[in-house]
């Protein structure tokens, strides 16, 4: 999936189920957002957040300091472990985990139902209580199954933790990934299956994790997806096509005209980076890559 001895699926193994937060008041993005020190003042039409997991060099802490510096209003892929440290510098974890088994194993196949609905279960809690909003889930592998078979399934499994999702205000977010590249045999691999299995949910507390680099390789049109589909995807992420780098002038991909085309939504949610540095400056890269999302 990438370059570097860390990737995606080892950092979700390693995830910890953690102990539960103190419980605080919801965080306000905009007041957060200007309460932190940041030296590199943002439009505000973008709320930014990057994945703790493409920085395998930097601490949690260091990563928070950075964050604060560039301007961001949290972190993704943080689990509960990790949300102290979140707190103490003003961050919020604006994608939590560590309620799923693995990538590749999800909500359609039956026999990983009851340890994912008692996963699930605890940590929408433990997301709410944390005042957080966004919990990741996947839809596992296909190993021979069909589409609607996968859908049956992934709705009877999903049903059993939308009450409570919906009781605490927390937001299920299935992520979009490709199969021909990074993830092969996944199931949800494509814009269509995922809004169907939405509409089926019928529920405002499941969305899809639009990965931008993931769907460009899956099926690409992009922006036309995003404004005909805004109102089933809850969260974006950002990397370069090919090779998941920066997202500057070395890719396929036209950020500042996906960012014009998620503002005109309405979207209000979060924008995380996900790509892998390939250079010496990390740091630099990341910069960048929030003043190119910055529209």
Known sequence: MKTSKMNRRDAVKKVAMGASATMVLPLNVTQKTSSNKSNNPLKGNINHSVCQWCYPDLSLEELCILANEIGLVGI??????????????????????????????????????????????KHIDLVADAG????????????????????QNAVEGLQKILPLAEKRGVVIQMELFNSK??????????????????????????????????????????????????????????????????????????????????????YKGFVAQEFIPTNNEPIAALKKAISICDI
């Open 132 to 151: 957080y909003q966004n919990l990741i889930c996947f839809s596992g592998n296909r190993n021979g199954m069909d589409n609607e078979t996968g859908l």
């Open 76 to 121: 993704d892929l943080i689990g509960p472990e990790g949300w102290p440290t979140l707190k103490k510098h003003n961050l919020i974890s604006t994608m939590c985990n560590g309620a799923e088994i693995s990538l590749t194993e999800g909500f359609n196949h039956k026999e990983y139902h009851d340890t994912l609905v008692e996963n699930y279960l």
């Open 181 to 266: 590249v990074d993830h092969p045999d996944y199931m949800c691999d494509n814009s269509a299956w995922g809004i169907e299995l939405c509409k089926r949910l019928d529920s405002p507390n499941f969305k899809l994790l639009y990965d931008i680099y993931h769907m460009q390789i899956s099926e690409g049109d992009i922006i036309r997806t995003i404004r005909e589909n805004h109102q089933y995807f809850g969260h974006y992420h950002t990397a370069g096509v090919p090779g998941r780098h920066e997202i500057n002038e070395t890719q396929e991909l036209f950020y500042p005209a996906i960012m014009k085309a998620i503002v005109e939504t309405g």
